[in-house]
Antibody
């Protein structure tokens, strides 16, 4: 069974950065994009961006442009999401998700998700 | 505010049929996918590419689309279907993804 296992909870001060990891197993890591989605407590899902593990190419939601960086280490099948200049509004559960396509897909489908990483931003 | 609009809450009697809708201009050009999220759990893909179910998703879940509206229908809702449901598609530019605001489904 495909697994995405994320790093543990983080507490950061405003202005700091956080780096969340997402370790993939039981599939070919470089064959599927990894997307990041966040969810503030009691709120909806918010797409942050994607990364292609093979090429390292990325695409970010406009809201996070300039603050988010998505990278990977293919030797250990791990994707990373780093968010900088943290503010209280960034307190949320951050998910990684594997993106899959079929021949008729018009956009990626998130077929496997990590368990989520809680990032708390507080002074 | 999201480019995809969902009703915040919908209720259905046990065993009855419920439709959850998602509206947005981009849906005229792109399929929606649907995700189910239960409290304390990660989302689960239930419908993709308009009307396909991943393995393990019951056939009471179906999807459809017309104009700027995508729909998720649950035929014969069960107690375990009580959850939040999110649609997802591309935004109006086609370059990025966007989720709807979510619909909380209550099974009475």
């Amino acid at each position: 069974q495909v697994q995405l296992v994320q790093s543990g909870a983080e507490v950061k001060k405003p202005g700091a950065s956080v780096k969340v990891s997402c370790k993939a197993s039981r599939y070919a890591f470089i064959s599927y994009d990894i997307n990041w989605v966040r969810q503030a407590t009691g709120q909806g899902l918010e797409w942050m961006g994607w990364m292609n593990p093979y090429s390292g190419n990325t695409g970010y939601a406009q809201k996070f442009q300039g603050r988010v960086t998505m990278t990977r280490n293919t030797s250990i099948s791990t994707a990373y999401m780093e968010l900088s200049s943290l503010r209280s509004e960034d307190t949320a559960l951050y998910y990684c998700a594997r993106a899959s396509y079929t021949s008729s897909s018009e956009s990626p489908n998130f077929d496997y998700w990590g368990q989520g990483t809680l990032v708390t931003v507080s002074s | 505010s999201s480019e995809l609009t969902q009703d915040p809450a919908v209720s259905v009697a046990l065993g009855q049929t419920v439709r959850i809708t998602c509206q947005g201009d981009s849906l005229r050009n792109y399929y929606a996918s649907w995700y189910q999220q239960k409290p304390g759990q990660a989302p689960v893909l239930v419908i993709y590419d308009k009307n396909n179910r991943p393995s393990g998703i019951p056939d009471r879940f179906s999807g459809s689309s017309s104009g700027n509206t995508a729909s998720l229908t649950i035929t014969g809702a069960q107690a375990e279907d009580e959850a939040d449901y999110y649609c997802k598609s591309r935004d109006s530019s086609g370059n990025h993804l966007v989720f709807g605001g979510g619909t909380k489904l209550t099974v009475l």
